[in-house]
């Protein structure tokens, strides 16, 4: 299997390293600012993102700012997500209609 990232798409692995199932939030502003740093045009509004869980082939759909990610004890889950700025994703919507 072969993946190839757009602009703007990030791969995320969350690994529980515990003796439990757990339930992790990821929080995508802060992976966007980590990745991208401090881009001018990073936005400071919420953001709107969409996905899938690789190894579940699961689509992830209008995800708002957080993944959360259920994960097996002794686990990874791997997402690969891109993110668009709520006022951006707002606007192309609007000028649709």
């Known amino acids: 299997m072969e993946f190839?990232?757009?602009?703007g798409e990030w791969f995320i692995a969350v690994f529980n390293l515990g003796s439990s199932?757990?339930?992790i939030p990821v929080n995508l502003a802060e992976v966007k600012q980590a990745l991208e740093g401090d881009?001018?045009?990073t936005c400071s509004s919420s953001l709107i993102c969409e996905?899938?869980?690789v190894w579940k082939n699961q689509f992830l759909e209008n995800v708002m700012n957080y993944v959360n990610a259920t994960?097996?004890?002794?686990?990874?889950?791997l997402y690969s997500i891109k993110?668009?700025?709520?006022?951006q994703?707002?606007?192309?919507?609007?000028?649709i209609h």
């Open 4 to 7: 190839f990232l757009a602009p």
């Open 21 to 23: 199932m757990k339930l």
């Open 39 to 41: 881009n001018p045009a």
């Open 51 to 53: 996905g899938i869980d």
């Open 71 to 77: 994960v097996p004890m002794h686990g990874v889950v």
């Open 83 to 87: 993110c668009s700025c709520l006022a």
């Open 89 to 95: 994703y707002r606007a192309l919507v609007e000028s």
